[in-house]
């Protein structure tokens, strides 16, 4: 059977993702501050378990990267969807480009925006396999430009914190508590059944950029979603909010120190 017909599987469309700022807006918001400011949430499109969708770390960075501009002058920029996901190319669905891939997409956009007045970029990063991002923030840096990334392990260690998060960083590596919950806040309706029996714990993953995530979890799975909640979520996005200040206003100097 082919066409319609044979399409059983439902898909879910997100709203609210795509920035819907006029050139107008953008032109209006630059001029109160010292340097315009973009922010780029970059996600992944990767399995994260039976219960969350391909699109978790692209839904998470987007909602970081909304805070952000519901609280500093920023020009929010749509998110790059597809990153470095190898490691999770076991399960079906996961789709990856290469490191040399995202690089070259993540300077292009920052020479691009550089062009049209834009001097500030932060980076805001949604997939802990994204090693590469720090070598673009790295490289830039070093040429003068003004670039960083978003959130650090800090600011991520201080938000689980203020949200009462029980797992740690080094348990709650995939489809956990953190990304549980702020989907749960951000988007209940794309969180499936299940997270609730879902927890699985593998902290020793030393081989894992050698022998993948499959080595690790049948799941896909390595954390405790079942500690996910909405309210946790909330806070989550609220304390990486506060955590941007320093950020911002490194990239945004007074203009007697430029």
Same mark, same amino acid.
């Given at each position: 059977?082919?066409?319609?017909?044979?399409?059983?599987?439902?898909?879910?469309? @997100?709203?609210?993702?795509?920035?819907?700022?006029?050139?107008?807006?953008?032109r209006?918001?630059?001029?109160?501050?010292?340097?315009?400011?973009?922010?780029?949430? @970059?996600g992944?499109?990767?399995?994260?378990?039976?219960?969350?969708?391909l699109?978790?770390d692209?839904?998470?960075?987007?909602?970081?990267?909304?805070?952000?501009?519901?609280?500093?002058?920023?020009?929010?920029?749509?998110?790059?969807?597809?990153?470095c996901?190898?490691e999770?190319?076991?399960?079906?669905?996961?789709?990856?480009?290469?490191?040399?891939?995202?690089?070259?997409?993540?300077?292009?956009i920052?020479?691009?925006?550089?062009?049209?007045?834009?001097?500030?970029? @932060?980076?805001?990063?949604?997939?802990?396999?994204?090693?590469?991002?720090?070598?673009?923030?790295?490289?830039?840096?070093?040429?003068?430009e003004?670039?960083?990334?978003?959130?650090?392990?800090?600011?991520?260690?201080?938000?689980?914190?203020?949200?009462?998060?029980?797992?740690?960083?080094?348990?709650?590596?995939?489809?956990?508590?953190?990304?549980?919950?702020?989907?749960?806040?951000?988007?209940?309706?794309?969180?499936?059944?299940?997270?609730?029996s879902?927890?699985?714990?593998?902290?020793?993953?030393?081989?894992?950029?050698?022998?993948?995530?499959?080595?690790?979890?049948?799941?896909?799975?390595?954390?405790?979603p079942?500690?996910?909640?909405?309210?946790?979520?909330?806070e989550?996005?609220a304390?990486l909010?506060?955590s941007?200040?320093?950020?911002?206003?490194?990239?945004?100097?007074?203009?007697?120190?430029?």
């Amino acid at each position: 059977m082919s066409g319609s017909g044979a399409r059983t599987a439902a898909y879910g469309v @997100v709203s609210g993702v795509l920035p819907t700022d006029t050139t107008e807006d953008v032109r209006t918001r630059g001029a109160g501050v010292s340097a315009q400011v973009a922010v780029l949430p @970059v996600g992944s499109f990767e399995q994260h378990g039976p219960f969350l969708p391909l699109a978790t770390d692209t839904l998470v960075a987007c909602a970081v990267a909304r805070e952000i501009a519901a609280a500093y002058p920023v020009h929010l920029l749509p998110p790059v969807t597809v990153s470095c996901s190898h490691e999770h190319a076991a399960w079906p669905g996961t789709v990856s480009i290469s490191a040399v891939t995202l690089h070259a997409v993540v300077s292009d956009i920052a020479a691009s925006l550089r062009r049209s007045g834009v001097g500030a970029l @932060v980076v805001v990063n949604g997939h802990g396999g994204n090693y590469v991002l720090g070598n673009v923030v790295q490289e830039a840096s070093a040429r003068g430009e003004r670039i960083a990334l978003f959130p650090a392990a800090e600011d991520w260690e201080a938000a689980r914190e203020r949200a009462g998060v029980v797992t740690s960083l080094l348990t709650d590596m995939h489809a956990g508590e953190i990304e549980t919950s702020i989907l749960l806040h951000a988007h209940p309706e794309f969180v499936r059944p299940g997270h609730e029996s879902a927890d699985f714990v593998a902290d020793d993953r030393r081989h894992l950029l050698t022998v993948g995530m499959s080595a690790y979890t049948e799941s896909g799975v390595i954390g405790r979603p079942s500690l996910g909640s909405a309210e946790k979520g909330k806070e989550l996005l609220a304390s990486l909010a506060e955590s941007f200040g320093p950020y911002f206003r490194l990239l945004t100097p007074a203009p007697d120190r430029d």
